[in-house]
């Protein structure tokens, strides 16, 4: 069993930043598929940002050029830097990896860290 632990989230004024963290267990962390997505109250969960096993990142529409997501392997960890925060971005935010298992891939989510964005 995969532990998905999500930190960092918090309440932002409009304009702000916050780097949320997530720690995925596992010896073969890098072959991990990894990605963000988010929930409104009220919406669907949806994609915000992922991470394949080399590197390459993809990003929701809605976040590109304002949020990183970036991976250390080292530290079994991916990280989702947002700037310039709205209100909009407010929502649950669940890590997910995708990991290889007996020839098919396993999903994994976190509990979810809370992001409040607010003047």
């Known amino acids: 069993q995969v532990q998905i632990v999500e930190s960092g989230g918090g309440l932002v004024q409009p304009g702000g930043s916050l780097r949320l963290s997530c720690a995925a267990s596992g010896s073969i962390f890098s072959m991990y598929n990894l990605a963000w997505y988010r929930q409104a109250p009220g919406k669907q969960r949806e994609f915000i940002a992922d991470?394949?096993?080399?590197?390459?990142?993809s990003y929701a529409d809605s976040v590109k050029g304002r949020f990183t997501i970036t991976r250390d392997n080292t530290k079994n960890t991916v990280y989702l830097q947002m700037v310039n925060l709205k209100p909009e971005d407010t929502a649950v935010y669940y890590c997910n990896a995708e990991i290889p298992h007996s020839g098919t891939w396993a999903a994994y989510w976190g509990q979810g860290t809370q992001v409040t964005v607010s003047s």
């Open positions: 991470i394949n096993a080399g590197g390459t990142p």
